[in-house]
């Protein structure tokens, strides 16, 4: 079973930067698509950006796009989402997802299309 863990959400203000990292275990992901999905308070989960383990093909959401980097350690096993320019309508529990690359067209940005998920981590922009 693979196992996800978030770390490095918190509070920042409007136009600053975190960066989120994720943690997978235990085993080695060359087959993988990793993604950061995230889920504001009575909305849907939104797709951020996702990361082909093999050749580290990157895809993001509209949203984010020129503001977030996805990017990947091979030898750690971690996945990262560097946010800049952060907006108030980035505020968000922010999902490290997973699944295997077979079967699966790319891009994988569907949140039903990810089978294995941290516990989240809570990002909060302030104005």
């Known amino acids: 079973q693979v196992q996800l863990v978030e770390s490095g959400g918190g509070l920042v203000q409007a136009g600053g930067s975190l960066r989120l990292s994720c943690a997978a275990s235990?085993?080695?992901?060359?087959?993988?698509?990793m993604g950061w999905l995230r889920q504001a308070p009575g909305l849907a989960r939104e797709f951020v950006a996702a990361?082909?383990?093999?050749?580290?093909?990157?895809y993001y959401g509209d949203s984010v796009k020129g503001r977030f980097t996805i990017s990947m350690d091979n030898a750690k096993n971690m996945v990262y989402l560097q946010m800049n320019s952060l907006k108030a309508e980035d505020t968000a529990d922010y999902y490290c997802?997973?699944?295997?690359?077979?079967?699966?067209?790319?891009?994988?940005?569907?949140?039903?299309?990810?089978?294995?998920w941290g516990q989240g981590t809570l990002v909060t922009v302030s104005e």
């Open positions: 990361i082909r383990w093999a050749d580290g093909a990157t």
């Open positions: 997802a997973a699944r295997r690359t077979a079967g699966a067209t790319w891009p994988i940005k569907e949140a039903h299309q990810f089978g294995d």
């Open positions: 235990p085993r080695t992901f060359s087959r993988y698509a």
